[in-house]
């Protein structure tokens, strides 16, 4: 399986197996965060390896009671330093490029997860103050990111994603189309009605060929029987 179909196939997994994760395996997917695109290459990201069951529990619980969090062998916490950003690009770097940095990095974990047979999943729902505590963090950091990690044990169905078409414009915003997309559904609505009626037609024209072809065969019998 390639890079494309991992990407594709990946899904968010909230059960797991007992299996603990190797540690080269939990090594491997932290460089490939550590070789995420940040900004300015000026890297204000740091990783929180957490195994112990009941840190685990108190994640979970600080995760507003997510407790199928506590079924994960291993969770890692995507922390911002954003005072290192800030130092280069103002309040810009502080806010919105730590936060993209984070976001490199976490998809850059689950990425590699994948190809490497575990099942992960993105936690961004929690309250940080217990978080904080939780993790003993200081005031100048703040958490972006829960990520659960292990081997799957179950096989979530793919979730309806956005249609392409809905969701590309070309060179300017709504441009590109004739017809604008309403979303996912409209536009699969739309192409099935047509492909409906187009069929419908066809199936017309076929039994409409074959009552002509009925009506002319009976006319040359007739012919046939005046004409003996």
């Known amino acids: ?14 059960k797991y197996k007992k299996d603990l994760v190797p540690w080269d395996n939990i090594v491997s997917v932290i460089n490939c ?10 890297f204000n990201v740091k990783f929180i390896v957490i195994r112990d069951p009941d840190g685990i ?18 969770l890692i916490a995507i922390v911002g330093e954003p005072e290192h950003q800030q130092r280069y690009y103002g309040a810009r770097g502080e806010k919105l490029y730590t936060m993209q940095n984070c976001a490199a990095c976490a998809m850059s974990i689950i990425s590699a997860a994948e190809s490497l047979g575990l099942g992960s ?5 929690f309250d940080e103050d217990k978080l904080v505590s939780c993790l003993g963090l200081p005031e100048e950091v703040n958490v972006h990111a829960i990520i659960s990690l292990g081997f799957a044990d179950e096989e979530p169905h793919a979730p309806p994603k956005q249609w392409f ?29 047509k492909d409906a009626g187009n069929a419908i037609k066809k199936l017309s024209k076929h039994i409409l060929g ?12 007739k012919r ?5």
């Not at 994640?59 to 506590?70: G, L, N, R, V």
């Not at 999943?121 to 729902?125: H, I, N, R, T, Y």
């Open 1 to 14: 399986m390639d890079t494309i179909d991992f990407l594709m196939h990946r899904r968010s997994i909230r």
């Open 224 to 228: 046939v029987d005046e004409e003996r």
């Open 121 to 125: 999943c993105w936690v961004g729902s």
């Open 33 to 42: 965060a550590l070789n995420a695109p940040i900004a300015g290459n000026i």
């Open 210 to 221: 074959k009552k002509e072809e009925t009506e002319g065969m009976h006319h040359r019998e």
């Open 57 to 74: 529990t108190e994640i979970a619980k600080a995760c507003h009671d997510q407790m199928w969090m506590t079924t994960a062998p291993v």
């Open 165 to 193: 078409k809905a969701a590309v414009y070309l060179e300017k915003w709504w441009a590109g189309r004739k017809v604008p997309g309403y979303g996912y559904y409209s536009e699969n609505v739309m192409k099935v009605t």
